[in-house]
């Protein structure tokens, strides 16, 4: 019997809003807003979903300002404000931008001059988010950013899981995070995924994702630590599973077979039955491939009723930080009894053959799925229980 | 821990039979800051659905697959329980930076799909999966160092915990004079170039490197990736030779 993990505390940030409850908020009431990108010039017309108002301090990169906000929250929330000094604690958190010097201004001066200025290298070489979480919270234990493109969010947690089931540490800070950057926004445009509308998930006229920012971090710990602790929570990360497509580089297999593959080990790991299974948070970025291979797939395996939805409508793709925020939501949705609607989705795409919910619907049940695909053919799934 | 096989392509060359010729002819058991000879990564595995691979997948994809066979490992019986772990400090930069170029030299709506596409990190993996057929579980991390330790522990935890019965496990990275820029005040050691992978299991395989864990790095806890790879290795190769 694998070690049981609790997810202790949860802390999100996104453009839905800056923590759990405002999010919850948004949800709630059905809102979002995408809009033309303010953190760069350009001239493309993709939207996107920024976090506004949010001052990142100078010297570090927004994504690592956006990760530190979520722990702050979650940290709070699992009774742990103090930080995690003196405990054999952790860090495995998912990244894109984070993990390139992808600043262009920098990127021009060298060219021109071949020297330039020390501050942005400063900020790429100290802005590892695994190695700068374990040197703000004194973590003693393993330390890993996971770059696995739209899935590293969903992976982070999958790595933490191993090494609190193998007893490498007792609590794990893990999740994601990425920032809105002008070099995905011109990679995406190129690719022709990025929509010029607010984004359409599983809907018959979607034409492509928005790129959105964020940051989800989740407390996991190990279930005898948490309640020595006195924390009472009663969410948790019953299984992970991954697998390769072995495909294409940026095209999922259309037959679903990886992420079968990854669910199945997800299922397997928590001892559960896809029927009890209360409602899926899909991957679902409204790119035409995507949401076709995902969304044939549950119908495939879950049947033809099967609970599902996409929370990009409300968020964007937030890339790294994708997987762990909706693995928030996953649990939000078990801890509430509720799931938003899949917000733009109105016609139904026959070549799929189900629907996402369009309204938001009441859930009962202990288990629930999240799921995330990548760039790459990398597959993840993320099985969150509620313990009645 | 058993590691059953081993592929490395660096400055020395490729394959063990060339790193072991090195050593033996007492040259330092580094990776150097210099690149890989282009020959080598003109391999004919890169002439098809490869062809678009970029240096960084290049030297992933010949030391993953060196280290498959040599282990021996039946792949089509095995494939869905091969799991992938690559470790890497700065990625396949040079691709990040060519779109940069693109970026800067374009209209933002002319620049290169393809180069973006190979700007993520885990395109490398990608590439390792699709040539070899691996469906297992695949990850790519990154650190400035240890990240080549902390891979291998995560390795040994999937072992132990049946998620899959075989792990490739290994570095890479690739050298660049805007990488000697950035990181001119960062090490002492320079940082090199190559791809070094292990197949991994609990398995008894025809071939059997070391029963224990693999060799520690004998570098101090801040080495980079790449570098704590070729260092596993080369203790390997060096201790073969002591026994041969």
Redesign the interface.
């Known amino acids: 019997m694998?070690t049981p993990v609790v997810i202790s505390g949860m802390g999100a940030i996104c453009a839905a809003g800056k923590n759990v409850e405002e999010i919850k908020s948004a949800f709630a009431q059905g809102q979002r807003s995408a809009q033309p990108p303010t953190l760069f010039p350009?001239?493309?017309d993709y939207p996107v979903f920024e976090v506004k108002a949010f001052s990142c301090p100078p010297g570090i990169m927004r994504t690592l300002a956006l990760a530190f906000a979520a722990a702050d929250e979650a940290l709070r929330e699992a009774g742990l404000p103090q930080g995690l000094r003196g405990l054999r604690a952790g860090v495995c958190l998912g990244t894109?931008v984070a993990?390139?010097?992808?600043n262009?201004s920098w990127?021009?001066e060298?060219?021109n001059s071949g020297?330039a200025a020390q501050g942005p290298?400063d900020a790429?070489?100290q802005g590892?988010i695994?190695?700068a979480f374990a040197r703000k919270f004194a973590i003693p234990g393993?330390?890993?950013?996971?770059?696995?493109?739209c899935s590293s969010g969903a992976?982070a947690l999958?790595?933490a899981l191993?090494?609190l089931?193998?007893g490498?540490c007792d609590i794990v800070i893990a999740g994601g995070a990425d920032e809105i950057n002008?070099?995905?926004y011109?990679?995406?445009?190129?690719?022709?995924v990025a929509s010029r509308q607010p984004c359409r998930p599983f809907d018959r006229d979607r034409n492509g994702l928005n790129l959105g920012e964020g940051a989800g971090i989740l407390i996991l710990e190990q279930e005898r630590h948490a309640r020595e602790r006195g924390n009472r929570s009663r969410l948790y990360v019953s299984g992970y599973?991954?697998?390769?497509?072995?495909?294409?580089?940026?095209a999922p297999r259309p037959d679903g077979s990886?992420l079968e593959?990854?669910v199945r080990?997800a299922l397997a790991q928590a001892g559960v039955q896809e029927a009890e299974i209360a409602f899926i948070n899909a991957h679902g970025t409204a790119t035409r491939d995507n949401d076709k291979a995902e969304g044939r797939f549950f119908a495939r395996m879950f049947g033809p009723d099967v609970r599902f939805i996409s929370t990009k409508g409300f968020t964007g793709h937030a890339l790294g930080a994708a997987g762990a925020l909706e693995a928030i939501f996953t649990a939000l949705g078990l801890k509430e009894g509720w799931i938003p609607a899949n917000i733009g989705f109105s016609r139904i795409d026959e070549e799929i053959g189900i629907a996402p919910l369009e309204a938001k619907t009441k859930i009962t049940g202990a288990y629930a799925l999240s799921t995330s695909l990548?760039?790459?053919?990398?597959n993840a799934a993320v099985i969150i229980e509620q313990k009645l | 821990m058993n590691i059953n096989g081993i592929g490395i392509v660096c400055n020395y060359g490729r394959g063990l039979a060339v790193v072991k010729a090195a050593l033996e002819a007492g040259r330092a058991p580094d990776i150097l800051a210099s690149r890989v000879n282009n020959d080598i990564l003109k391999d004919k595995i890169f002439s098809h659905e490869a062809r678009r691979s970029g240096r960084f997948d290049r030297l992933a994809v010949l030391a993953a697959l060196d280290a498959l066979a040599d282990s021996g490992i039946n792949r089509e019986v095995e494939k869905n329980d091969i799991g992938i772990i690559l470790a890497t400090a700065f990625g396949p930069h040079v691709t990040t930076f060519r779109f940069l170029d693109d970026i800067l030299s374009f209209k933002e709506s002319d620049v290169s799909p393809i180069l973006f596409s190979h700007s993520v990190h885990n395109a490398a993996v990608s590439y390792v999966s699709a040539l070899s057929g691996i469906r297992g579980p695949t990850l790519t991390v990154t650190r400035f160092s240890r990240a080549f330790e902390e891979a291998l522990t995560l390795a040994q935890a999937w072992l132990e915990q049946k998620r899959t019965r075989y792990v490739l496990v290994g570095a890479v990275d690739e050298h660049s004079s805007i990488m000697e820029y950035i990181t001119r005040f960062e090490s002492a050691n320079a940082f090199g170039e190559g791809g070094v992978f292990f197949v991994v299991s609990r398995e008894k395989c025809a071939k059997i490197y070391s029963q224990a864990q693999p060799p520690a790095s004998p570098y101090a806890e801040e080495t980079e990736p790449l570098q704590s790879a070729f260092s596993c290795a080369a203790a390997i190769i060096l201790k073969m030779r002591q026994e041969t």
Do not use: I, R
């Open positions: 694998p350009t001239a493309l894109t993990s390139q010097l992808n262009e990127y021009t060298y060219k020297s290298v790429y070489l590892n695994a190695e393993p330390a890993l950013t996971v770059v696995n493109a992976d999958g790595v191993s090494w089931q193998a490498l002008h070099v995905p011109c990679g995406f445009g190129a690719l022709g599973g991954a697998a390769a497509d072995a495909y294409h580089l940026t990886g593959m990854a080990s990548a760039f790459g053919g990398n």
